[in-house]
């Protein structure tokens, strides 16, 4: 060590940090119930008002369930992303983040588990909600159930988390979050459909369901690696 | 940092190869499942002379769809070259400015 | 513009002239008849539709990673190219499609990726046009995305079962229908590469007059 300069803090190992940034938002939401109370009031609403439209006579409409349910969580997440981030520029503490000796990608990461963990919460609520209102026979698989909402949740969430840190400083980030997101989260979105309601057809495919589980998991993996990539390059100022 | 968002991007990196893999080697008899299209073709196979009464109806699409080609880059390059124009002649004129200020 | 330009945009000019007569002595197709012959424009426009977001997810990856301006320029061009022939490209096939489908749209992966492709090419502009200061480094995080979508729009005919011709069509093109073809594609490739270079002057003509406006103000 040179003379005169100050010993440089060790940087924190990776997923310690995952673990920090995930404990300080579950921790802050679990006092305030914010995010997760407006998020799960708004996806049940979104519910309630399309089994009013759609509900005649009280007949779903064929194979409608899986749809209503990822517009609902896609509606509900894209709030949940832009309070969340709203939060941390209000609270200054996204510039204490990216100032702390961190690895960037483990903020990132930390943030993904937290949202994910918001949206899982609320999917707890929503699928016996939509199973109800829509006749939609969902539980029958409970565990290709589980496989199919988390790998579409976490596809949801990484690029979401991704944008909406990106638009933080942004002005009309509001507008710009959905237009940025909805395109690419397209696919991931006609996969969870497609595997949710392959799970609820009464001659069960496993085949099937398996292939779009897949498609979501590799879905997941790519989006997941392209925004630790880009992450760290995107919030540098 | 470096060291462990390597080490992060490695291991993600193995799983997607592991998870492309399993894609392909599950996915096939899958896609075979699913409802069947109508077959695509997959060749193209020219005739001799076409009789003309078939070709009529599809002339208005035809034609539509060089009009929109043709049209849309034509409509593109004249945007293009306005805008290129207007800001040419703003670069010029502040250009201009600047001298009169330096000589000022 | 650089020397080359007028030359190559004569040229071009003459290619699209000629593409016509080329086309329309090409053969009829056996099971489609004369409506094929969108097939010389739709294709040559998809494989620029599918170029442009590449040479934008490439430029942009490479700003991240240098920061230089040059490469969000042509970034921003290529992005721009990618919402034009991409409308074409979904112009002209639905067009096809109605004669030789019966239906002008299937919700297909082929399509239905190539919608995707195209609307995140409008989310990079709406994110140039509103998104004010550091919109270059988002956008450019939105490219890689777009980029990624790419190959995905190529294979997946191949892969899904889909009405839409898989990619075994073009090799396996008698010489009397691949030779338009081809003339097209260069046409069009040549189209890419002068619009390209209009567009970058466009930015370059931009960046100098922001820094003109900067210079007054000092």
Not at chain 3, 49 to 67: K, N
Request: include cysteine; glycine fraction near 8%; proline fraction near 7%.
């Amino acid at each position: 060590m040179t003379p005169g300069t100050a010993a440089r803090p060790p940087a924190t190992p990776f997923w310690r940090t995952v673990w920090t940034v995930l404990r300080k938002d579950l921790t802050v939401e679990m006092r305030s119930g914010e995010i997760a109370y407006t998020t799960l009031f708004f996806a049940a609403s979104c519910v309630l008002i399309f089994a009013f439209a759609l509900v005649k006579e009280g007949k779903a409409p064929e194979g409608g369930a899986a749809g209503i349910l990822w517009i609902a969580i896609l509606f509900a997440g894209t709030l949940a992303l832009g309070r969340a981030f709203e939060r941390e520029r209000q609270a200054e503490t996204l510039r204490a983040l990216l100032l702390a000796p961190v690895p960037r990608p483990a903020i990132y990461v930390g943030k993904l588990l937290g949202i994910v963990a918001l949206l899982v919460a609320a999917e707890a609520v929503l699928l016996p909600l939509v199973d109800f209102l829509f006749t939609a026979r969902l539980f029958v698989h409970p565990f290709w159930l589980a496989g199919i909402v988390v790998t579409c949740t976490v596809g949801l969430a990484s690029v979401g988390t991704l944008f909406a840190a990106m638009l933080v400083r942004t002005r009309s980030r509001d507008m710009l979050l959905p237009v940025l997101l909805y395109p690419i989260v397209v696919p991931v979105i006609i996969a969870g459909v497609q595997g949710t309601a392959a799970l609820a057809q009464p001659a069960f495919d496993e085949a099937l369901v398996r292939f779009w589980l897949l498609l979501l998991v590799t879905f997941d993996i790519v989006f997941v690696v392209l925004a630790l990539w880009t992450f760290e390059a995107v919030m540098s100022d | 940092m470096l060291r462990s968002m390597s080490k992060c991007l490695t291991f993600v990196r193995c799983a997607l190869v592991v998870a492309a893999a399993l894609l392909v080697l599950t996915g096939g008899p899958a896609v075979a499942a699913q409802d069947q299209p109508p077959q695509p073709q997959d060749e193209f196979v020219p005739v001799g002379n076409s009789p003309a009464p078939e070709q009529i109806p599809a002339a208005p699409l035809l034609i539509g769809a060089y009009i929109v080609v043709l049209g849309g880059l034509f409509f593109y390059v004249l945007s293009l070259s306005r805008r290129l124009g207007a800001v040419q002649q703003d670069v010029q004129r502040l250009e201009g400015e600047l001298k009169r200020r330096g000589r000022a | 513009m650089p020397k080359w330009f007028t030359p190559a945009a004569i040229l071009c000019g003459l290619m699209f002239i000629i593409s016509p007569v080329l086309i329309a002595r090409a053969p009829d197709e056996a099971a489609m008849g004369m409506v094929y012959k969108i097939y010389y424009y739709h294709m040559p426009s998809a494989w620029m539709f599918l170029l442009a977001p590449l040479v934008c997810g490439v430029s942009s990856a490479l700003f991240l990673a240098r920061g230089r301006g040059e490469d969000d320029r042509r970034a921003w061009a290529a992005a721009e190219l990618t919402v034009l022939f991409g409308a074409l490209t979904l112009i002209t096939g639905p067009l096809w499609a109605r004669r030789a489908w019966g239906t002008w749209w299937v919700w297909d992966a082929r399509l239905t990726s190539s919608l995707v492709g195209w609307m995140i090419g409008w989310a990079y502009l709406i994110l140039r046009r509103y998104g004010g200061p550091g919109s270059d480094k988002l956008a450019a995080g939105v490219a890689l995305f777009g980029a990624v979508n790419v190959p995905f729009i190529f294979i997946s005919v191949n892969y899904w079962r889909t009405i839409h011709p898989p990619t075994t069509i073009v090799p396996r093109l008698p010489v009397d229908m691949g030779v338009p073809l081809w003339f097209c594609v260069f046409a069009f490739l040549l189209l890419f590469i002068l619009l390209m270079t209009m567009r970058l002057r466009l930015e370059v003509a931009r960046t100098r007059l922001d820094a003109l406006y900067v210079a007054l103000d000092e």
